[in-house]
Structure formats: C-alpha cells, structure tokens
C-alpha cells in the first residue's frame, strides 16, 4: 500500500508541532506505535520533514571583543565568529552556516563569484543553505586533475553545488590544473576557452576559499600532483599555509615557485584585484595559516570560530609579533 505525503504530513504534524506521543498518533490513527516512528522517518525521507541543528549565535560583544584584538594585532576588523567545536565535522559545519549568513548579505545584484577547492569550501558548497541570486555567476578558480579524486578537490562538482544553492548558474573549467611543462601552459593559455575563463578571474567581485595547512599533509603532496622536490623547496621556506595553491610564510609572504608556471588557476594579481577576499578557515591545524594570511594582508573577510581565534590571538602574544 502506497503511503500518501499528506498521511505522513499529518503524523509529522502531530509530532513535531502539537507535540503528542507517538502512541497517542498511533491510537488516533489505528496503527501500531512502530508504524508510525516508520511513517516519522518516511517523512524525512520525502524531505516533508527537514530536522536542522543551529549552532548557538555567538554574541555581539564577544565578536566586537575580538575584532578589536584582530584590529590591534593585524590592523584587521572583518572578523566574524561562529562557535568553536573539538569536533571536525561539527566545526565544518558551524563555519559553513555562518558563511552562508555572510553570503545572504550580500548585494543582490549580478555579481562574479570565484570559489575554491578544498574540505572547507566542499561543505560550504554542500551545506543544506539556499538562496535566491539568479544574477549572480559561480566559476571555479582553478582547473582540475584526475590525480585527485577526493570530491573535496572537484573544483566544477563544488562550484555546481554551491551555485544550485543560489538558483544561478556556474561556468565550468574544463581545462587541466596541472600542465606537463610551461609551454603547454602557455598553449592552452592562447586558447578562447582560457581566454574567456581567464576574463572573470579578473573581474571578480566576491571570491570564497579558504586556506591551506600542513603542506606535507596536502592532497597535492600525498596524491603526487606535486612531486617530492617541490616539498622540499615549500619546507625550506617555512610556509605555512596557502590560498588558492599560493603558498606563503608566517609573515604572509607569497613565494612563486618555478612550479607555477606549470599550473592553471587564478594568479595572486587576480586574486588580490577582488572586490571582496572571503576566507572561511577555522580548527587548531589552522592557527599558523590564519596568522600568515592576516600579516600579509591576503583577506578582507574572516569566518572563523571562537577557539581559532583565540588561539590565533595567544600565538601571536606568546611570539608578540606585530
């Protein structure tokens, strides 16, 4: 027997909103009490029912408190704060709906938007958020590789998600992350699909990313898009962190390596010509990465949550670095 959304809307109902027992709608209805916690998560299924956790707001003193540290240690007041969780996931999520929170603010009108790869940017683009901006155009800021095959690194699958939560549309890159050498870069480059990406790069209003770690610990590294040598070289120098596969130091110093030139995504020049440089990173394997990016002045927006940003004010103090 086929079950009507309608009986379903109606048991849900009863539970979610009247708030009766389950053998109470059960009685009312002449079922069994396990038929209907089967119809309860039948209406889950149907999405009838959408059960969401929100994250506890964070206070608006508290977040003025901290952005005053942020604008005493980094000249930096564009911070604004989730709740910090030990769990991963739970982080994840709590910085995703606050980025979604930021984004909804934003203009209406047609806008550029640039989104990143990465675990951070997948669950931003993934998160059960949506809104209305049929005006505004996602593109991808870097070309992909069938060397990694984690979704978090599928630039055009994050872009899509992310634009399908606007109502608007996105323009994929099909061309290659990574080149064999600079001169197939530079041919690739020459063509009108490059061309036609390459003009919104430099014409973005919003771009979203977040920033990278443990360089050691990268999918670039560990899937072997990148080779050893160039490890060594990233170590040497001391980065930290990168933003969009530029890597910096804890100064926030940008290092272009020779290996750039063999890469197709969004140049630093690019990047910094945005409008608008949201970044969305938070966790303890963050702390040096977020330090670098403020000291060299590569963000104009910063989504974290409470921990990171302490800890990001105590490892500055500890250094006291200026």
Not at 33 to 45: F, N, P
Not at 91 to 96: C, D, W
Not at 188 to 208: G, H, K, M, P, R
Not at 252 to 257: A, Q, W
Request: aromatic letters at 12%; one cysteine or more; proline letters at 2%.
């Amino acid at each position: 027997m086929t079950i009507s959304d309608d009986l379903l809307f109606e048991v849900a109902f009863d539970y979610y909103v009247k708030k009766m027992l389950q053998k109470d709608i059960a009685k009312k209805l002449g079922v069994s009490r396990v038929q209907v916690s089967k119809y309860l998560k039948m209406a889950e299924e149907r999405k009838i029912v959408r059960i969401e956790i929100v994250p506890p707001k964070i206070s608006t003193q508290l977040e003025q408190e901290y952005r005053k540290l942020f604008k005493e240690r980094f000249g930096f007041d564009e911070l604004f704060l989730t709740t910090g969780h030990s769990n991963n996931q739970l982080l994840l999520q709590s910085l995703a709906r606050r980025a979604w929170e930021f984004i909804s603010e934003l203009s209406e009108n047609a806008l550029n938007i640039g989104i990143g790869w990465g675990t951070t940017m997948f669950t931003v683009a993934t998160y059960n958020f949506t809104l209305n901006r049929p005006n505004w155009r996602v593109v991808p800021l870097s070309g992909g590789t069938f060397k990694l095959s984690d979704r978090h690194f599928d630039s055009n699958f994050i872009a899509q998600n992310f634009a399908d939560r606007l109502n608007t549309r996105t323009i994929p890159v099909y061309f290659p992350f990574l080149m064999d050498n600079s001169q197939q870069r530079q041919q690739l480059q020459s063509t009108e699909e490059f061309a036609y990406i390459n003009s919104l790069w430099n014409n973005l209003d919003v771009v979203i990313c977040s920033v990278g770690y443990s360089i050691s610990r990268s999918p670039l590294f560990r899937q072997n898009v990148f080779d050893g040598s160039t490890l060594d070289k990233l170590e040497k120098l001391g980065i930290v962190g990168d933003i969009l596969t530029h890597y910096f130091d804890i100064n926030g110093r940008v290092h272009d390596l020779e290996f750039m030139q063999k890469i197709n995504n969004i140049t630093m020049d690019q990047y910094m010509k945005a409008k608008k440089k949201i970044v969305v990173a938070g966790g303890f394997h963050k702390i040096e990465s977020i330090v670098g990016l403020l000291k060299g002045k590569l963000a104009d927006v910063l989504i974290t949550d409470t921990n990171t940003a302490r800890n990001v004010i105590e490892f500055v103090s500890e250094k006291d670095w200026r």
